[in-house]
């Protein structure tokens, strides 16, 4: 381990602490990227994941380094969960059922894969005297926001979908343990999140569309939803940033909650016209219509992100930017379609 | 069934569709008296208990009743809970872990308990085709709320207890089978409820303390937490009221979520005031010391209740007048204090 040099790197006492890192989902697109940053730092981190929607392939590289250790596992059975963060000193809990349109069909997912895998990844760290969790949240969690920008504070919403309800549940679960067992905790509320990696999602979606037919795009709803989108690797340096500052330690609860966006949104339209200009195509389009794609869509996401910004971050892409190298890493990897058939 | 007569008391046209009424936690304090409620408006009822908490005494008149069927059960065995829920057209889901505590002492059971049984309670219903639900939920879940009288628009808060947690994860999965499934829900957060066949909280502790010693009051905290009270035949005729009157069917998402409490609110060292008047006792005071009363406790409860007043219920009873037939049910009943041992 790196002794702490005092220098500018050291943003508080605690930045150092943060040294062997529990990843669940690393084998995921948000975790493996999260993986690699961790091991470019110099980070010992041990990986976890079940490959429900993970990919052998992306922590390939990873598993070639000497400070990284993967585990296959499953976030419900806490005995092996609990053996496998054994020394670890943070974990970051990103595996999640994220399949939030088709929740409806297998009501029973969003509850065990998100809200009793999060209470099991929190009984494992009790087990284990590990007190510092970084979670991934959503901007879900507000349902039809009544004022946008959405604030963390924002009027208290009425839920719209199993999967916002199940990462309240999560979110709660680990507030809790904040209170009663002197957890740290870092909630992320992430807009939809897309770079290298992404696998689910309009644009993986709409790229499968006008390959297999260029010449017309069918699109959920009537294009007018406006939604939020961030870069993989801005949401990263985000979760580190703060995780780093420690900030969460001089909350009155011990539990920092902050929104993951960008300062601007787009609509489906504009998006379908950024990915069409990069691919150089004309398709006709044909919408199913209504104001959302899906029951349960939220045809207007957009968080307010100050809170985060004050600490000093910001996003370095904008969202048309992440919207490109997201196509040219789908055009460059697209084994991720036979993978997901 | 009785007819709608169109009289005065047909609310709405869905007033008479609740006749048969299943309800979880049957035989406990709340849902003992919602059953005689009921039974007295004429309504069948089929009651389900685990009788963890609950008391085979106070169902024992209603088991007399033509009307009112009993099944012993569980809400985590879900095949038992779907075949008892059979041609029912409303369900008031009351069973729940209230102890709230002790709820770090064992995490697992709010989770059970109070979330996977309540997703047990949506999907018997949604097995059997009932949609209408009325959820006991409570104030906890504006954790140490900001804004006082807390309304139900509160800002979005922290967690500060996994029964809390539990029980907005229950909210969520309710809002969630609105928005999805086409329920119709009426989500009650309760401040603390006393009267008839109160069996926990601090009305209950004081009187088994000072059956024991007279002379000596031990308390919680310092005595100056702030909590608002409501008498159990005032929670019952809000909740049938706003339910008779169909509001969620008006609501956007067929969800309507209502605090209940009286407008005012005691110290608990005014609690304490009125329980030894009515006992004529003068005890020597011992406090714990604290603004908690334990790991969790929230000093200052007040909800904001115009939203309910707003339909035009509003509560009979003081919170002291509350106290006081609770005072006098547990002088006649102390054979609850056995049960409880």
Redo the contacts between chains.
Sequence with gaps: MRTCLKSSACLSADYHSVQNIFITGAAGFIGSSLVDRLLAEGKSVVGWDNFSTGQERFIAEARQHANFKFILGDNLDLDALTAAMKGCDTVFHLAANADVRF??NH??KD?EQN??AT?NV??AMRANGIKRIAFSSTGSV??EA?VIPTP???????????Y???K??G???I??YC???GFEAYVFRFVSILGERYTHGHVFDFYQQLTEHPDFLRVLGDGTQRKSYLYVQDCLSAMLHVINAGLALKA??R?E?FNLGTDHYVQVNDSIGYICKALGLKPRLEYTGGERGW??DNPFIFLETKKVRATGWKPELTIEQGIGRTLRWLQANQWVYEKRK
């Design positions: 929740g409806l009501p029973k509850l809200t009793i209470f929190l009984e507000y349902g009544t963390e504070d924002a009027p208290f919403p009425i839920q719209t979908s199993l916002a309800t199940s309240l549940a979110e709660g679960l507030h809790s209170e009663g067992y009155k609860h539990v909650v029951v349960g």
